[in-house]
């Protein structure tokens, strides 16, 4: 891994922050997850402009200004040109910006081709519109689906509404329409990438019932694109397998990315 802490690369297992600092008492910082697609980071603006309205939200601003951000992101990533493709995090506090770099492990091309499994989890996210550190929430709901053999959670609020998945955001298809919601969410950097790639997505939110009998699910999120979910709560979705809506949107997407269609 390659870190740099205020544009200064730093051995990993040297790098540290000071442990009376807000952001590692409290979790007082906001964060972003990038990644490279042929070795050119995807929407890094965008993803940087929510890093930033993200601090905003929670009250406090940076010291380090969204371009000097900018940069050092782009600098940190000319030490990483070993990796043909790379994850990049973003951290910001008041007093700091860290980004650290991995090498990207994509996902098995079975989860593409078959689908992944997903189960409900009861909560949903405070300040939905924050990416913030601290959420160990979130973490919880994600550890929850692995110890259920599943991929991610669906978070379901107290109306029994569906709003996202621990770390993704989710769609459905019904009646060849493509559907998801705008309410109490974080608006995901791939999933604003679907929704203008479809031009026609609805808002109109469903609830939890309703979402196993749809046609069609997928989630979205930065490392993965689009994954279908062909299993909710051991229900099948559909026919239980990826369904041609959902084909059609990763394909699009897939050539936006990388050129060409790869699944």
């Not at 019904?174 to 995901?188: A, P, R, V």
Request: charged share 30%; proline share 3%.
């Amino acid at each position: 891994m390659v870190i740099s802490i205020n544009g200064k690369i730093v051995d990993e297992k040297k790098a540290c922050v000071s442990v009376t600092s807000e952001s590692y008492l409290f979790g007082y910082a906001v964060f972003e997850t990038i990644r490279t697609f042929n070795k050119k980071v995807f929407r890094l603006d965008d993803h940087l402009a929510r890093l930033y309205v993200s601090a905003d939200i929670i009250g406090f601003k940076p010291k380090t200004d969204f371009k000097k951000t900018y940069e050092i992101v782009v600098k940190t990533l000319e030490h990483c040109t070993q990796w043909k493709e790379a994850k990049i995090r973003v951290i910001l506090s008041p007093e700091d910006v860290i980004v650290m770099v991995d090498k990207l492990k994509e996902k098995p091309k079975k989860m593409y081709t078959e689908g992944v499994k997903c189960v409900s989890f009861h909560g949903k996210r405070n300040l939905p519109h924050a990416k913030r550190l601290a959420d160990a929430f979130l973490y919880v709901a994600k550890k929850y689906a692995e110890s259920c053999g599943a991929y991610e959670s669906i978070l379901v609020d107290e109306k029994t509404y569906v709003r996202e998945c621990s770390y993704a955001n989710i769609f459905w298809v019904n009646g060849g329409e493509l559907y998801s919601t705008n309410k109490e969410i974080l608006f995901g950097i791939t999933r604003e990438t679907i929704v203008e790639l479809d031009g026609n997505c609805n808002f109109e939110g469903i609830k939890f019932k309703s979402l196993l009998n749809a046609d069609e699910v997928f989630i979205t999120q930065t490392t993965s694109g689009i994954l279908p979910v062909t299993q909710i709560n051991g229900q099948k979705i559909g026919d239980g397998k990826p369904g041609p809506y959902t084909k059609k949107l990763m394909k699009k997407f897939e050539k936006l990315v990388w050129g060409k269609a790869k699944y």
